[in-house]
């Protein structure tokens, strides 16, 4: 088979380089960067590294210096934040500049440089809604980036636990493929003229992820031409006033979007008593004596108080299970999992029957990590939070499955 050369943005302890490996000998990644910020020992990356190097092809440094180093490759990826980005002039010369440290100006600057053919990105799911004064306007930014630079995009906001899988965790998946290529002029041919075969049927995502052929609105964008019939004079132009209603699921074609809610089918699901362990776990991990206190945390409340000002007002917030219950899939694992938090999950015991914490074996369980795969001498603080900010691993695997049907074709 066909080598297919990536390069891991954002790579944290390795999620996409796993989920692609998983899908084919065929991926073969060639440079990866992970830097955390105001970190001084940079854990994630000494897991990365250990497992797949150490190398001199993985990078440890701010983005804003390592995208230098980025080379030419046949897939770019790469899970980065929700940021501002928004765009301004830059000085007299009239150039045009994104907002400094925002993540998506440094890949936008390596897709102008390497131009690889593929992209596959993931996002929160309220990206798609950014910013609250201008709903749609960051992604309608990065649609915009895309085409300027010839690139067909799809989108999905995907639920892990609809597909099978034992966490509730929702994230935007972005996807796009330069002009030149097969699958580019594939969906030339196909979404002219009848959208909904991409949106619901024969899209790179609507393979892997099938959802229920709905007749419900397609929605379309302009990227190219305001409301009003004038162009947009530039990108700065797009960022002062575009604004959009992006659904669940779309794509982009040559400046159009079109954009409808999907169903997913139903899948048999995965729980989360799925991936617990049976066998007894430290005692470290219970509760102890601490009960009354996290049934306060995860109860409900009505609590008055005052602000700064003098303003009297009622802090008001709803129940969350206690325990989790084990025959559902879970909450999604935030990065505060290890804290004293009311988000932390609290489960209950299959051996003992007595309330503890997820195990970081379980956290790497719920995300599809091999056990053990943060055990590489990183604080145990730290191995919940690499959980908190990975992708679910069998996710990539799927979309590294479909993506190899289309590069055969090139």
Known sequence: MKEITVAELFAGVGGFRIGLE???????????NQWEPGKTRQYAFE????????????????????????????????????????????????GIEGKKGVLWWYINDILKARRPKYVLLENVDRLLKSPSKQRGRDFGVILRCLYDLGYYAEWRVINAAEYGYPQRRRRTFIFAARKRTTWYRTVLNMGSDNPRRILFKDGFFADQFKVTKGEGLVREYDLKVKSDGTDYADLVDFSDSFAAAFEN????LNGKVYTSTTTPYKHKQMVLGD???????????????NLEKWQYMKGAKRIERTAANGHSYVFSEGPIAFPDPSDRPSRTMLTSESSTNRSTHIVEDPKTGNLRFLTPVECERLNGFPDGWTDTGMPEKFRYFCMGNALVVPLITRMGKQLLTITAKD
């Open 47 to 94: 897991c990365y590294d250990q497992h797949f190097g150490p190398s001199l092809t993985n990078s440890n440094e701010d983005i804003a210096i390592a995208k230098r180093d980025c080379p030419k490759v046949d897939l770019l990826v790469g899970g980065f934040p929700c940021q501002d980005y928004s765009v301004a002039h830059s000085g007299d010369a009239k």
């Open 22 to 32: 998983k899908a084919s000998v065929s991926y073969r990644t060639i440079w990866a």
């Open 249 to 252: 699921t779309g794509f982009m």
């Open 275 to 289: 991936i617990l362990e049976s066998d007894g776990v430290d005692e470290k991990y219970f509760l102890g004596s």
